[in-house]
């Protein structure tokens, strides 16, 4: 009679999934936090040339920090087609996917390179520039430009190792980023006397020396697996095609971020203010569950690319679980901190007036961020971009009539955050009815 292997219990299937979790969410939540690091520094440097050299910096930084944004797709898009194919055992052809959206990256990034050089003066006037702060924040544009298509690599080729399961290189690289950004930025400003022009140089130099890194790592799992590093167009193009839904994602998100500043502003200088401290808490709360949403991309990609859709949901239900337990944490340290937190930002008893109960309602909201980070992160994992794209659509069509209301009808920035979670419970909704239906589950090297 043969042996059967018997299946695992039950309890040893959570522990494997949650050594996976933990062993991509961490790296990935630390190379999170490193990110916004770069304009910290930048801004703590340039800060000390004078308000004017910063209020170009906050402005032209703003500019370029949409421009990368609404390319996030080719971190999520790469990260999703490689974890298939390494699924799937393919490598050779899981590295042949990320290269094609490397090259998708630097078509992109010469793009807007050439968009902005001529229109960086427009585009600083368009953000209402003082005649002051302008003529920084277009140098500043100007030079910090020539790094984007860097900038864009560095999205695809970490999607290229997350989708190798592989978190930690991008946490090394951010990390020695960072420290390089600061140290040139210095050097550059006050060392070589460059000014503000010297911080964006040296930004510029940080970025490419962190694309060559990645570079150099993917360039070798490639030849080490014999995947071909020419641009491939029907590939270039099918990477293009698989991040549209997600773009259309990410400008449905930004819309709806817009809005409700739009919103805050309406409602006076103490709301808009305490708005700003509370979208800053709340982005950084949004890293931990990014975390896990990378980490669940890589883990269901993989899963649905070697053909085990049971695994891919058990994975799902075990990290819904975390985003759950996780969301709540967060909600607690929020309740519990607020009275350290305002004082770190405000000394106005209007402003604070306004906050406390505004991070009382964000508090509260982050168990359904944590559902609805994971679910995202899940979908993305599995390729179903259209219906994310749908469903965010969908979401800001509920929200903008609710926010757009709320200074009609009273109730402040509580309201306007109250607003927000809707728009997080919508979201989680719609999401929660996808992973349900199982439609998701889709196997294979490709979706």
């Known amino acids: 009679m043969p042996m059967t292997q018997a299946p695992a219990p039950p309890r040893a299937i959570r522990r494997q999934h949650d050594r996976e979790i933990v062993a991509l969410a961490v790296p990935a939540f630390g190379a ?11 801004s703590a440097i340039v800060g000390h040339l004078g308000t004017a050299q910063l209020a170009g910096l906050g402005i032209a930084s703003a500019l370029l920090t949409t421009a990368v944004s609404v390319f996030v797709f080719l971190a999520y898009a790469t990260t999703a087609a490689v974890a298939r194919r390494v699924g799937a055992g393919d490598l050779t052809s899981a590295i042949r996917q990320g290269m094609d959206g490397i090259w ?12 902005v050089l001529p229109t960086a003066p427009a585009l600083v006037e368009l953000f209402g520039a003082s005649d002051t702060a302008a003529p920084y924040a277009t140098t500043y544009l100007r ?27 991008p946490l090394y690289v951010a990390v020695a980023g960072f420290v390089a950004n600061a140290a040139l930025n210095a050097g550059l400003v006050y060392g070589a006397g460059l000014g503000i022009a010297g911080s964006a140089w040296g930004t510029v130099i940080a970025q490419c020396g962190m694309a060559a890194v990645y570079l150099a790592v993917v360039i070798r799992g490639a030849r080490r697996h014999g995947a071909s590093l ?17 773009l259309v994602r990410t400008l449905s998100l930004r819309a709806i971020l817009m809005i409700a500043t739009a919103v805050a502003a309406r409602l006076g200088d103490a709301d808009i203010a305490a708005h700003q401290i509370a979208l800053s808490l709340w982005s950084l709360l949004a890293f931990a569950l990014d975390a896990i949403a990378i980490a669940g991309q890589a883990i269901i990609g993989r899963y649905l690319g070697a053909g085990d859709a049971q695994g891919a949901r058990d994975a799902c239900r075990r990290m819904v679980q975390w985003g759950i ?4 944490l967060l909600g607690l340290l929020v309740i519990l901190a607020r009275p350290v937190f305002l004082p770190l930002f405000t000394s106005d008893a209007g402003v604070e007036d306004a906050a406390l109960p505004a991070l009382l309602v964000v508090a509260l909201s982050q168990p359904v961020c944590g559902i ?9 994992g599995a390729g179903d971009g259209p219906y ?27 309201a306007l955050w109250g607003a927000l979670t809707l728009m997080m419970t919508v979201r989680m909704v719609t999401l929660w009815l996808r992973a349900r239906s199982g439609r998701w589950l889709v196997t294979g090297a490709t979706r």
């Open 325 to 328: 337990a996780v969301g709540l």
């Open 104 to 115: 998708l990256a630097l078509l992109l990034g010469a793009a807007v390179v050439a968009a």
């Open 143 to 169: 030079i910090s430009v020539a790094g984007i298509p860097a900038m864009l690599v560095v999205l695809a080729a970490t999607g290229v190792l997350r989708g190798l399961q592989d978190t930690k290189t």
């Open 32 to 42: 999170l936090v490193a990110e916004p690091l770069f304009v910290l520094a930048d």
């Open 230 to 246: 020419r641009p491939d167009a029907a590939g270039i193009r099918a990477s293009a095609q698989a991040g549209v839904p997600l």
């Open 388 to 414: 994310l794209a749908w469903a965010m659509v969908l979401t800001l069509g509920v929200f903008t009539p609710v926010a757009l209301l709320v200074p009609v009808l009273g109730g402040g920035l509580t």
């Open 372 to 380: 609805v980070f994971v679910l995202d992160g899940v979908l993305m």
